[in-house]
């Protein structure tokens, strides 16, 4: 593991698309480059998304909106958080995310490991269109069988359909 001592600088140059579930997603800072401390995913999600219920046993996960609006919904509540806003989930907390119209997120998890995942279960795509249907069975299947790789346990279905 590379140690962590000098800033990084996640941009767009050269950056893979990776279709992850029904979104785009952007690894703008992976793990590797902070010495696994931290890592930082830009994600345009479609209108409706909402990704299973789950549970980050290690990592606080920071969830910037830069566009649009998105529910954050943990086991006791729903949070409405709309652009420029950001929400933080303490690691252990079951929690989702619903996309009430198309959004772009910035997600940040502390330790890295959800840039990871979204590599390693998303599949690299030529274009930057938001998907418009929700994600395929394999894609769904994908998540559930790696999740666990990545400290992620799924504990429910999403809070709303996709």
Known sequence: MPEFVSPVIGGSDG???YEFLDTISYVRVS??????????????LRAGHAPPMHVHEDADETIHVVGGAVTAHTAKTERSVTAGETVVLPCGDAHSLVADEESVVITSTRPAGFAEFVA????????ENVPSTPPSEAAIARVHESAENYGIEIVGPPPTGP
């Open 15 to 17: 950056a893979t698309a």
């Open 120 to 127: 390693a279960v998303g599949e690299p795509t030529e274009t």
């Open 31 to 44: 793990g590797e480059q902070t010495g696994e401390r931290c890592s930082v995913v830009e994600m345009h």
